[in-house]
Antibody, heavy 123, light 110 residues
C-alpha cells in the first residue's frame, strides 16, 4: 500500500518561510506526478501545486505563484514545498497526494493521500 | 477557471440510497475526469471514485460514480447506507492549468 508521510509544518510568523517535505514509499515514485493540497481550518480542499513524475513540469494555484516552489528528488523519493512570504490565509493542513500517472491529464487524478501537516501563520 | 458546485449537505437513513451532485460551471463535465474523495472528521481524504466511475481497491461497490452531459454534472451514489459513511465528500476535476475541488457535501446518516 502506498505510503506518504508529510513533515515540516509548524508555527511561522507572517512573511516567514517554511519547507514541507513528503516521503513516499511502496510505489515507483518517478512514475507518478505529485501534488500538494491544503485545507484551511473548517474549510474545503484547495489544490496548491503539482509536479510531473520527472520534475520537468510544475503548476501552481494563482494565490501562491511566486511564493511557493514545488520540487522532487526521485533518488530519495521525496517531494517538497518551499513556502516564502507566508500569509495568514496560508494557514492550513497541507496534504501530499499521489497522481495516477506522470503527466497530464491523469497526473491530476489523485489516488492516495498523506496524513497532512499543519502550517500556522500567525504573530 | 471553472467551478464545481455541490450541495452543502444531504441526509438519509441507514440502508437507503443517496446521491450527491457536482455541477461544472463551464466546459464539458465529460472532457476531464471527475473524482470523489471522502473525508471523515479528523482524518485525511481518501479516494472513493476516480476516472469518473472507477473504484480503487478496497472501496465497497456500494459507492458508484457517473456523469450526465445533459446537466453537465457528475454524481456520487452511495447505496445501502451505513453510519460509517457519514463524512464530507468532495468532487474534483481539472483543466490544463488548474485542479478544482467542489466545496464539499456533508453526508449525515441518521
Amino acid at each position: 500500500e502506498v505510503q506518504l508521510v508529510e513533515s515540516g509544518g509548524g508555527l511561522v510568523q507572517p512573511g516567514g518561510s517554511l519547507r514541507l517535505s513528503c516521503a513516499a514509499s511502496r510505489f515507483t515514485f518517478s512514475n507518478y506526478a505529485m501534488s500538494w493540497v491544503r485545507q484551511a481550518p473548517g474549510k474545503g480542499l484547495e489544490w496548491v501545486s503539482i509536479i510531473s513524475g520527472d520534475g520537468s513540469g510544475t503548476q501552481y494555484v494563482d494565490s501562491v505563484k511566486g511564493r511557493f516552489t514545488i520540487s522532487r528528488d526521485n533518488s530519495k523519493n521525496t517531494v517538497d514545498l518551499q513556502m516564502h512570504s507566508l500569509r495568514a490565509e496560508d494557514t492550513a493542513v497541507y496534504y501530499c497526494a499521489k497522481g495516477v500517472d506522470s503527466v497530464y491529464p491523469r497526473s491530476r487524478v489523485v489516488d492516495s493521500w498523506g496524513q497532512g501537516t499543519l502550517v500556522t501563520v500567525s504573530s | 477557471n471553472f467551478m464545481l458546485t455541490q450541495p452543502h449537505s444531504v441526509s438519509e437513513s441507514p440502508g437507503k440510497t443517496v446521491t450527491i451532485s457536482c455541477t461544472r460551471s463551464s466546459g464539458s463535465i465529460a472532457s476531464n475526469f471527475v473524482q470523489w474523495y471522502q473525508q471523515r472528521p479528523g482524518s485525511s481524504p481518501t479516494t472513493m471514485i476516480y476516472l469518473h466511475n472507477q473504484r480503487p481497491s478496497g472501496v465497497p461497490d456500494r459507492f458508484s460514480g457517473s456523469i450526465d452531459s445533459s446537466s453537465n454534472s457528475a454524481s456520487l451514489t452511495v447505496s445501502g447506507l451505513k453510519t460509517e459513511d457519514e463524512a464530507d465528500y468532495y468532487c474534483q476535476s481539472y483543466d490544463s492549468t488548474n485542479v478544482v475541488f467542489g466545496g464539499g457535501t456533508k453526508l449525515t446518516v441518521l
